[in-house]
């Protein structure tokens, strides 16, 4: 397990509020290696954009708490880090791109402008050489015109070009890992296959990490080598991309497969899982699922499961159907 | 299905002609016209009583301006909607306004489309009190009886929206639709903003409701295996004009447009084993403000001829229940 590139162990991050605590990450693990996509799905407030928002440290503490757990980044601690070598480590080992093109890009710079100064920030570079290097980076995420667009502002272009132009100041500096959240989810299907394609491709070239978060199982199945299911704080499951989809084991996973429409083939209903995401927090006891569950037993209510595997040991998934299913064969 | 239902389907509730909406851009101190944006530029289809009718397009594409034009929230430049036999395009705003009461719209968000100052009982009672139907006990009973129907409890009723999560807001605003009791419901993106587990129980919802109460919708979406499964007829829409029309086994099952084409294959499959010929299309969408000449389509088509650069495609039919504008059939 030499080549693990980030490993986040028991991480629980609080948000301190005037009506209590509420723990939206409560106790994760996750593991990237080097070179490979992680998938993080979940829906709403599970909890799995705070994640990657507490591996760059980006919460404002208060109200953000760090109330537990480890996060190690090439096996350095990164919670108990200084802030200075955070700041090293940001855009230069750990890049992140947003769901929201135009709000991550200052509105008041040019591309080029924004491209070298996250450049000039990380390496020794003049601005000649830094700027040829932002041509160069433009082109590589798909740009044409890289030299005019290089001088031009964000609000001239599209929502697939600035996503663009985000990739490219992100991978400028050649991270190890780039932490992706929904970076596709504000733009058009067939845009969102160009970027999806470009990713792949750049993960393939300059042997990026990914950290994948998204809603979409279909983004997930596209590009993803494993994927991670959250589920109201909590890891719920986890295993290969290939292993998840022909065999959820949670119930969770089974039901949100179960609901998205599917393209190739005809359902006259589609199932959908009862009740509501809950509020983080709300549910203290038990397994998080539990009232929204087809299965529930008595044990699911005052006991949380482990994150466990089966026969399958790279598969582990939390839930109380599985381990007594093991015990009973 | 029973028999008097299939016959009703085949009559037509909604009827689409040429419908143009163009909005001006202004320009200078004078702010004066100096170009249009073409919205949507000649749009028609007809919407059958008892169906629901997808429209799928990407951003820009114009599908929620026409979406809006139908109801005439936004008004056409040109063109004819006629709706339930009766013209609207030309309507007073007085007869517009007892006919709003069958046609009905769904927005996308529902943290926008519901005033945060108003309970849930004043939300729900107001189309009854603009339309003067009932006395105050029978709308309250209205009210009580259609939130149930939406699978909300009447104990909510004195809640305000900020109390209810986004699936619980998206009901709520299809109960305010279903209060005039419509017969046509304009839904646009109805469940973009909802998180898988929440969208499917929507869409269930607005099924089951199809079926109690006979409406038909027109169903206005990005995603387009959500209007694979909700819909039965689709419209494929790109810059202003429908591309494509037809049946959705025969659409999605061959599609024969480039653009439907290319957008089908853009879709992510959640089936990680399959291996998908994907067309990645080039480029981006022009801007309907200054929209290439000939077929819209032609600066990213990868089959486009010099005819296409010339001279627009009208839709034409290549098999029962399915047209395409596109100069390849022709």
Not at chain 1, 308 to 319: K, T, V, Y
Not at chain 2, 242 to 266: C, F, M, N, W
Request: charged share 25%; with cysteine.
């Amino acid at each position: 397990m030499g080549s693990n590139l980030l490993e986040i162990h028991n991480l629980h991050t609080h948000f301190v509020t005037e009506r209590g605590v509420i723990p939206a990450v409560d106790g994760v693990d996750l593991i990237i290696r080097k070179g490979e996509i992680v998938g993080v799905v979940g829906e709403s407030g599970c909890g799995k954009s705070v994640t990657s928002l507490s591996v760059m440290r980006l919460l404002p503490q208060p109200p953000g708490k760090y109330a537990g757990g480890e996060i190690r980044f090439k096996g350095e601690e990164l919670i108990k880090a200084r802030e200075k070598r955070m700041k090293q480590i940001r855009g230069n080992e750990i890049s992140m791109i947003f769901q929201e093109p135009m709000t991550s890009l200052n509105p008041l710079l040019t591309i080029g402008e924004q491209i070298i100064e996250t450049l000039r920030v990380h390496m020794p570079i003049g601005k000649k050489d830094a700027t040829n290097r932002a041509i160069e980076m433009l082109k590589k995420v798909g740009i044409a015109r890289a030299e005019s667009i290089v001088r031009s502002y964000p609000h001239q272009l599209s929502g697939g070009m600035r996503q663009r132009v985000m990739i490219a100041i992100a991978l400028c500096c050649e991270p190890e890992l780039l932490i992706a959240d929904e970076p596709t989810t504000a733009l058009d299907v067939t845009i969102q296959a160009q970027i999806l394609d470009l990713m792949k491709k750049l993960n393939r070239d300059m042997g990026t990490a990914i950290m994948m978060i998204t809603h979409d199982l279909g983004v997930v199945a596209e590009i993803c080598e494993r994927v991670v299911v959250m589920y109201a704080g909590k890891v719920v499951e986890e295993g290969a991309v290939r292993d998840i989809f022909a065999n959820p084991r949670h119930p969770y996973t089974q039901g949100l497969i179960r609901s998205i429409p599917k393209m190739d083939e005809e359902q006259s209903r589609l199932y959908s899982i009862p009740g509501q995401v809950p509020k983080p927090g709300s549910i203290t006891e038990g397994c998080r699922f539990a009232p929204r569950c087809e299965h529930v037993m008595d044990i699911c209510k005052s006991k949380l499961p482990e994150l466990i595997s089966g026969a399958n040991p790279a598969h582990r998934s939390r839930c109380w159907l599985n381990t007594t299913q093991e015990v009973a064969n | 299905m029973s028999a008097s239902i299939l016959q009703d389907k085949q009559e037509t509730l909604l009827e689409v002609e040429e419908l143009c909406t163009y909005f001006p851009i202004r320009s200078g101190v004078m702010q004066r016209e100096s170009g249009q944006v073409k919205a949507v530029d000649g749009v028609s289809f007809q919407v059958r009583r008892g169906e629901s009718f997808g429209i799928v397009g990407e951003s820009g594409c114009g599908k929620s301006t026409t979406g809006r034009s139908l109801l005439r929230l936004i008004e056409p430049t040109a063109g004819k909607v006629r709706f339930d036999g009766k013209d609207i395009t030309g309507m007073e705003s007085g007869s517009l306004r007892t006919l709003r009461r069958d046609m009905q719209m769904i927005f996308q968000d529902p943290f926008a489309s519901l005033n945060p100052r108003h309970r849930i009982s004043k939300i729900l009672e107001e189309p009854l009190i603009v339309h003067g139907i009932g006395k105050a006990a029978q709308r309250r009973e209205r009210v009580a009886k259609v939130l149930e129907t939406v699978g909300l409890s009447a104990w909510q009723l004195e809640r305000y929206p900020h109390q209810f999560s986004g699936g619980q807001r998206q009901r709520i605003a299809i109960a305010r639709a279903l209060m005039l009791e419509p017969k046509l419901i304009v839904a646009d993106e109805p469940v973009s903003a909802l998180d898988v587990s929440i969208q499917s129980q929507i869409l269930n919802l607005m099924q089951d409701l199809r079926e109690q109460m006979g409406l038909t919708y027109v169903f206005i979406a990005h995603d387009l295996s959500v209007v694979k499964h909700f819909c039965e007829r689709v419209a494929v829409m790109y810059l202003g004009r429908i591309v494509e029309l037809g049946d959705k086994r025969s659409l999605y099952g061959q599609p024969k447009h480039p653009y439907t084409q290319a957008l089908l294959s853009s879709v992510p499959s959640p089936n990680p084993g399959a291996v998908s010929e994907r067309i990645i299309l080039q480029g981006e969408v022009p801007s309907p403000a200054n929209a290439p000449a000939g077929c819209v389509f032609h600066t990213r088509c990868p089959q486009a001829m010099d005819i296409c650069r010339q001279e627009r495609p009208v839709l034409k039919s290549v098999s029962q229940g399915h047209q395409t504008a596109c100069h390849l059939y022709s």
